[in-house]
């Protein structure tokens, strides 16, 4: 059975968004309109979305009908000579299959919920109405990401949302200390740790930047190679250009350049000291750009261009798989080790958003694994598969613990998780929400954080790379004690200092409003929904997610690569599932002795000296890279230019420019006394001789007739001797 869907309903998703931004700015005189015409937009384009999504559920096949909107329009006219390729033109297009259904409709709904809780949060803030704008603007970038068929217009929304980034963390740009993300006085290697919301904003935006020129360069070369830029025809002319890349010895660096985005955007190391930082922005645009769907921009990203490299090389008969597995063997291990080092470091933390911010990053580290797993293994859909599964739990109960985590510090007038405490009693209904975000996030079962964290670890143990799956073994442990320990100190325990001040000045700490509390209680009750839905399809394969999910994965490969073999759906790796939770339950009960029963101290462990002291510290210190960066890439840059200006321009520059001046102003003052000795001099001569003529002719003019006549006569006399005398008449 066939499910039509009208082509204009896909077009809608990010154009509906982008309308919505323009009309959102042009009621800026109306901020409390503004923000619901936003709301109502992004509602419009996740039901736009979730027709996309209806054959998925219903077990239909999806066909578009082309009659309003032809499958891809013209965009770029050819034919022209692109590098040793024809370029025949460029068409845009939008991808419609299941895997980039549940793509639109994880940032189409997260988006819409994270809107409706702006309105409440975001109404008494004066700048609410240009944050309505960017995040509008943010939703039809992102599926615009989502949604392209092509390199180039997913590099036109992946720089919109670059922008839209930069004014969101920025977002309160008069820096006010309260908004300051990091703890004023902080310091590492005596690099202060602690930036106002324009720094942190202007750090994304110069970091994420650097990971976006290796991708445009990335894309450029192949293009180069290639002459499109569009997924299916470079799919389709695989055989041509892939031998040529590897040949030239680019294979491997054009994959690797594109993944350097990917690396920017998704804050994975060496390039993700940004995200920490960009919680300075509201806590909405922490659960919606920084946690549920930007970040996932990078996952995207990897998860279009994988595929293309994977099998081209695999159905080339003249290559073997080997030539391309240097690159998802650097993805893989880029993803596991940024996994690692995040949730080490939220170990320590005790700024909530931090906190979980430390933990998107180990997350999205996760779904790179596991991309670069399916590279690795005979089964890439299963990989695939997987990165999409835990991109599609971690956005929801990572929102959920956002939206959760602005309704906490909203409460208590605080950013510092021990600050708080006890508060399971004055906000039930916020305790409920964030248990079931915290058990997902840990991996126990069966909340669905469970099983897409198994459907990763399962995939890396399958594919015989056992030492990726020890260092994400071990992370799931890291991950259960640093979220129980954060539950803990935050609703167990007595109240804080802190907390005993704001309710003695009246500030009663309650519940928030249903606008606010709604959104994170549905997503709660989705990650519940998809565990509980996982688990009963172990017993009965139609509920499946994960298979679902695989079949989905299986779909997109074969719409670039109809040759591609579809092998059967891994099923669940009990052994693979049993060391992780034994790594989970280690933290888990670890975390509940210290911070939730409170049967021992912490800080008795740490101490004020030796091993775990400097342990803690280091971790403490983000593993002095952060402080590392502002010496090599800010101080440094900033010395040198001090000594330039000190030593090149006022030693150098200026003194020539001093000579200069004094050699202008002799040279001046030497043609000044030429002019006026010498020019005007002779010049003045002339002048004076003249008048001196002037007065002796000036004499003989008397006025006398009879003088006039007498010197008329004689000049007469001298006329005719003169004539005579030129006659040679001779005179006696």
């Known amino acids: 059975m066939s499910y039509v869907l009208p082509s204009y309903f896909v077009w809608l998703i990010f154009i509906t968004p982008l309308v919505g931004a323009l009309v959102t700015a042009a009621l800026r005189r109306t901020r409390r309109l503004s923000g619901y015409v936003a709301v109502a937009f992004s509602l419009v384009s996740a039901l736009f979305a979730f027709t996309m999504l209806v054959p998925t559920l219903t077990g239909q096949t999806l066909q578009v009908s082309y009659s309003v909107i032809p499958k891809s329009v013209p965009w770029i006219a050819g034919p022209w000579t692109s590098g040793i390729a024809g370029f025949q033109g460029l068409t845009m297009g939008v991808l419609v299959d299941p895997y980039t259904a549940i793509l639109a409709n994880v940032v189409a709904w997260i988006s819409f919920l994270v809107m409706v809780y702006s309105l409440e949060y975001m109404k008494e803030d004066g700048g609410s109405n240009r944050y309505f704008f960017f995040v509008s603007l943010f939703i039809g970038s992102m599926q615009l990401i989502v949604l392209s068929d092509n390199l180039l217009s997913l590099f036109i929304g992946w720089e919109m949302v670059g922008l839209c980034s930069y004014a969101l963390i920025g977002h309160y740009w008069k820096d006010e200390t309260k908004d300051w993300v990091g703890t004023p006085g902080d310091r590492a290697l005596g690099e202060d740790q602690a930036y106002s919301p324009s720094h942190a904003g202007m750090k994304a935006f110069v970091m994420t930047r650097i990971g976006d020129v290796a991708m445009l360069a990335g894309i450029l070369i192949l293009f180069y190679y290639t002459g499109t830029f569009n997924y299916s025809l470079l799919a389709s002319t695989s055989g041509v250009w892939v031998p040529k890349l590897a040949h030239s010895g680019l294979l491997v660096p054009v994959a690797l350049l594109i993944f350097g985005g990917a690396i920017g955007k998704s804050a994975q190391f060496p390039l993700h000291e940004w995200l920490p930082d960009a919680m300075a922005g509201p806590a909405p645009v922490s659960a919606l750009i920084h946690a549920a769907t930007m970040v996932n921009a990078g996952v995207v990203l990897v998860a279009r261009i994988a595929p293309l490299f994977y099998f081209a090389v695999l159905l080339n008969p003249s290559m073997g798989i080997a ?42 580290g996760y779904m790179m694994m596991a991309v670069g ?96 799956f020890a260092v994400g073994a071990a992370t799931a442990g890291l991950t259960a004690f640093y979220s129980f320990r954060m539950l803990g100190i935050v609703f167990f325990g007595g109240r804080s ?88 339950a280690a933290g888990f009960l670890a975390a509940t002795s210290f911070y939730v029963l409170r049967r021992a101290s912490p800080a008795k462990y740490v101490g004020e000296t030796g091993f775990m002291h400097g342990l803690y510290t280091f971790l403490a210190e983000r593993w002095y890279i952060n402080a590392i960066y502002y010496r090599v890439f800010v101080d440094a840059p900033v010395a040198a230019s001090r000594w330039l ?70 000049g007469i006399v001298v006329l005719v001797t003169l004539l005579l005398f030129a006659m040679g008449v001779k005179i006696p």
């Open 497 to 584: 200092e802190k907390l005993e001040r704001v309710e003695g000045s009246g500030h009663h700490v309650h519940e928030p409003g249903p606008l606010m509390w709604v959104p994170y209680l549905i997503l709660a009750s989705v990650t519940v929904l998809l565990g509980v839905a996982a688990l009963a399809g172990q017993f009965m394969p139609s509920l499946s997610v994960d298979g679902s999910l695989y079949s989905a994965a299986t779909s997109y490969i074969q719409s670039l690569y109809p040759a591609a073999s579809a092998a059967a759906a891994p099923g669940f790796n009990l052994e693979a599932s049993a060391i992780a939770i034994l790594f989970v």
């Open 323 to 364: 030539a391309v597995q240097p690159f998802f063997l650097t993805v893989a291990w880029i993803g596991a080790f940024t996994a690692l080092l995040a949730a080490s470091q939220a170990l320590v933390g005790f700024e909530l958003k931090k906190i979980l911010a430390y933990s998107t990053m180990s997350q999205i």
């Open 373 to 468: 797993v399916a590279g690795l293994s005979t089964n890439f859909a299963s990989g695939l598969s997987a990165a999409l599964y835990q991109l599609l739990s971690h956005a929801i109960f990572k929102a959920c613990l956002f939206l959760a985590a602005g309704a906490l510090i909203h409460a208590t007038d605080s950013k510092y998780i021990n600050d708080m405490g006890g508060m399971r009693g004055k906000m039930r209904l916020t305790f409920a929400a964030v248990l079931i975000a915290v058990a997902s996030l840990s991996g126990i079962p069966p909340f669905s954080g469970f099983w897409s964290k198994d459907a990763v670890l399962g995939a890396a143990f399958s594919s015989g790379q056992y030492a990726l």
């Open 645 to 714: 200006s000190d030593t090149f321009d006022l030693n150098g520059l200026f003194r020539v420019n001093d000579a200069g001046t004094v050699l202008g102003t002799t040279l001046s003052a030497a043609g000044n006394w030429v002019d006026a000795r010498v020019v005007d001099g002779a010049a003045n001569g002339f002048a004076t001789a003249g008048q001196a003529i002037s007065r002796a002719v000036r004499r003989i003019q008397t006025g006398i007739v009879e003088q006039y006549v007498q010197i008329f006569a004689v």
